[in-house]
């Protein structure tokens, strides 16, 4: 096989282990049910499970990578708007009045696991981070 394939593999790999821990503790913070973290992950039950007991098991398709990402993401541009712990994490289930979420909180939107609600809401909660909300 070859050198450099067998190098991508590994860095996917790591990727997904990774990324897997990470958005598994940032849900978590969210206030996710497993449901939740298994349907916006887009991970089958037994799998998820599988990943839970053995992260290192962990073998993602490039939509569930782009969908830890997106998470990641989310939590980072929180970080960097938010300096309290709490507003970090306790945002996604607060109600927001702006426009594209009419009073739903982000969480709400992204339960149901499909990829463009994740998308729009990474979206705007990344445009906090330029103070472009509003």
Not at 38 to 45: E, G, S
């Amino acid at each position: 096989m070859d050198t450099q394939l067998i190098e991508k593999k590994s860095s996917t790999k790591a990727m997904a282990t990774a990324g897997f821990k990470a958005a598994e503790q940032i849900m978590d913070g969210w206030g996710c049910t497993t449901k939740d973290k298994q349907k916006i992950m887009r991970i089958a039950p037994s799998t998820y499970h599988k990943f839970k007991a053995n992260p290192e098991t962990v073998s993602l398709d490039s939509d569930q990578l782009e969908r830890l990402s997106y998470i990641v993401n989310m939590h980072a541009s929180l970080r960097i708007v938010f300096d309290n712990p709490e507003n970090v994490k306790g945002f996604m289930a607060l109600e927001n009045h702006n426009p594209y979420f009419n009073g739903r909180s982000p969480l709400s939107i992204i339960r149901d696991g499909k990829f463009a609600h994740i998308y729009e809401v990474f979206c705007r909660i990344d445009s906090l981070r330029s103070g472009l909300w509003g």
